[in-house]
Nanobody, 123 residues
Framework: LQLVESGGGFVQPGGSLRLSCSHS????????IAWIRQVPGKEREGLAC???????SYVDSVKGRFTTTTDNVKNVVYLQMNNLKPEDTGVYYC??????????????????WGQGTQVTVSS
């Protein structure tokens, strides 16, 4: 898949952002997209994943605040982020060509990454 993220920006704590990951279309070998966060000085963190059938999984740190959905007509996967916290600041990537989503993802499971979009949460 070719992946292009958009939707990052600056938001105050408690605010919301929606990220988009436009892709070139699901394939038999690539039917999962994961959302990964990179914070300087820290390891990349898998946050959520979604299969083309809509199955999702989240890590505990974002469960209840982040929601990922897929629009299989437009070939876009979204990450709705609510109640954002300063610790959510980082570069957000969507990634594909890896493990099918059956549980919270790990960044190292995916080989194909978009260019990333910066999210900054600060007062």
């Amino acid at each position: 898949l070719q992946l292009v993220e958009s939707g990052g920006g600056f938001v105050q704590p408690g605010g919301s952002l929606r990220l988009s990951c436009s892709h070139s279309g699901w394939t038999e070998n690539s039917r999962t997209i994961a959302w990964i966060r990179q914070v300087p000085g820290k390891e990349r963190e898998g946050l959520a994943c979604i299969n083309n059938d809509g199955y999702t999984s989240y890590v505990d740190s974002v469960k209840g605040r982040f929601t990922t959905t897929t629009d299989n007509v437009k070939n876009v996967v979204y990450l709705q982020m609510n109640n954002l916290k300063p610790e959510d600041t980082g570069v957000y990537y969507c990634a594909s060509d890896g493990a099918v989503c059956v549980g919270p993802p790990k960044a190292e499971w995916y080989e194909n990454w978009g260019q990333g979009t910066q999210v900054t949460v600060s007062s």
